[in-house]
């Protein structure tokens, strides 16, 4: 069987040139066997236009950075095969609620460094002493694979985008930040009491806001269990009588 030629329609624009504006733009390319929208964007701009702008570090689910809107729906490049869409025509526009660099490539890393800090998503430690010869803390296996669990965000801003919350107001964690904080939430080697993390997230910005519709759940690339931290962070914000 010949190969299949893939229709690509692409959002152009580069916010730094005050003559463009923002359009679409049509390329064909030729389907490879085991192609993913990646590997397509790579060939496009190494053969038609080397003017395309996207993102990509690590090719294999794990940076990131390749994150976009493909027909629709937010998700890697990387991690997305072309022959998952039959009708050979694939919609490409960069996630919408982070500041556009150009192209497809949006500055999440911006976002996310913004949010660690508002959020202080690192570990406050209990203890003090930082001799070599203090012995590692222990640590009930549950909960070390419950923490690792929030760990595998790789940050792509998948789960912001598709979250209408988050495009309705900016200042609105997301689902990434809701995991931050249920990361050191859950930690129990971090000194901050239920009323640290209230001041931060007991609010319409924070768990109080969601809309539980789990947009982010059906979006995220790593599989993270959304519905189980925004379930863990409110049972633990509004049970705990606050401290003013
Ligand atoms: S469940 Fe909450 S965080 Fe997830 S998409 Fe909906 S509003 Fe956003
Ligand atoms: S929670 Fe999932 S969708 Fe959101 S930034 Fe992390 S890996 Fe991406
Ligand atoms: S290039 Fe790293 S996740 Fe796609």
């Known amino acids: 069987m010949s190969p299949r030629t893939l229709t690509f329609t692409i959002f152009r624009y580069d916010p730094q ?31 038609q236009d080397p003017s395309l702008q996207f993102d990509f570090v690590c090719r294999a689910g794990i940076c990131g950075s390749c994150a976009m809107v493909i027909n629709g729906v937010p998700t890697l490049a990387c991690r997305t095969l072309t022959a998952n869409y ?19 490539s949006v500055n999440t890393g911006k976002f996310m460094r913004a949010l660690s800090e508002r959020l202080a998503a690192w570990l406050h430690p209990k203890s003090v002493d930082h001799s070599h010869d203090e012995l590692e803390q222990r640590m009930e296996p549950h909960l070390a694979e419950a923490i ?3 760990d595998r965000c790789v940050e792509c801003g998948c789960c912001v985008a598709a979250c209408a919350t988050a495009q309705m107001r900016e200042t609105f964690v997301g689902a990434v930040g809701l995991n931050k904080v249920a990361r ?10 239920v009323d640290d993390f209230y001041h931060v997230i007991g609010d319409e910005d924070g768990v109080f806001g969601c809309m539980t519709l789990l947009g982010c759940a059906d979006t995220c690339p790593k ?22």
Do not use: S, W
């Open 17 to 47: 040139d005050p003559d463009d504006t923002p359009r679409q733009q049509e390329f064909q390319l030729e389907e490879a066997p085991g192609m993913t929208v990646f590997v397509a964007l790579k060939m496009l701009r190494e053969t």
């Open 148 to 150: 690792y669990d929030t």
């Open 86 to 104: 039959p009708e050979g025509r694939i919609t490409l526009m960069p996630l919408p609620g982070f500041e556009l660099i150009g192209d497809l």
């Open 184 to 193: 050191f939430a859950l930690d129990d080697r971090d000194c901050r009491e």
């Open 223 to 244: 599989n993270l269990n959304h519905q189980m931290q925004i379930g863990y962070l409110r049972r633990k914000l509004a049970l705990h009588p606050r401290i003013l």
